[in-house]
């Protein structure tokens, strides 16, 4: 877990597969890893992502990966059966935290209510999820929490970002991480299977993030 956290708060970034052919699936995550980043989320959207899922976890063991869009208990079952080495929800569910928590693994919450945070706090969860972060207030609201009862609590991002409004996101200091496709759709890089062009995508994007970061250094040593 530790790993998996150093990586995502170094780059602020967790790539997010949707809807991917099956023999386009290690290929994909396989050039996150060259891009510098072995994390990947894969949505349970349709019958094929637990497959997909496991095909990573089968070729690619290095690589940390997630489950999204986990409703229940029984998906939780399957994508820990089938490899997921940490799970994510859209909202929050007691019962699928604390399978998660009982098997050691790594659960993300949905929260965008301060009662869904208090819950996710009850079970020692200070990293949550924030969805749809824009259509939620985007950083103002994420502003509104840590000013006020949640001053610890760190946010992963996600809904509807791209390789360029997700740097507003990651520059306020309690974003944890941006989560997104961007890196398989730009340039139309996974529809045309070119993977070499995942790889330089996501390099570019966390390239941008630590001059982000360098520059937000330089201006706080003025």
Not at 177 to 200: C, P, S, V
Request: charged share 20%; aromatic share 8%; proline share 5%.
């Amino acid at each position: 877990m530790s790993e998996l956290m150093d990586l995502m708060k170094m780059t602020a970034i967790c790539p997010i597969m949707a809807d991917i052919e099956a023999d386009s699936v290690v290929p994909a995550a396989q050039a996150l890893v060259e891009g510098g980043l072995p994390v990947v989320e894969v949505l349970m959207r349709n019958g094929e992502s637990l497959g997909n899922m496991a095909r990573i976890a089968r070729e690619l063991p290095g690589v940390f990966l997630g489950a999204g869009s986990v409703l229940n208990v029984r998906m939780a079952e399957e994508v820990i059966g089938n490899g997921a080495k940490f799970v994510v929800m859209p909202g929050f569910s007691r019962k699928v935290v604390e399978l998660c928590q009982s098997r050691n693994i790594p659960v993300l919450p949905g929260c965008v209510t301060a009662t869904e945070i208090m819950m996710a706090l009850e079970y020692g969860i200070e990293v949550v999820k924030f969805y749809p972060v824009y259509q939620m207030g985007g950083i103002e609201m994420l502003k509104q929490f840590n000013n006020g009862p949640f001053g610890n609590v760190r946010f992963v991002v996600t809904g509807g970002l791209n390789s360029k409004n997700f740097l507003p996101l990651v520059e306020y200091k309690n974003t944890f991480a941006a989560g997104g496709d961007w890196m398989f759709a730009d340039e139309n890089a996974l529809k045309e299977r070119n993977f070499k062009q995942i790889t330089r995508n996501l390099r570019k994007s966390i390239n941008d993030v630590l001059n982000l970061r360098a520059e937000q250094a330089a201006h706080a040593a003025r």
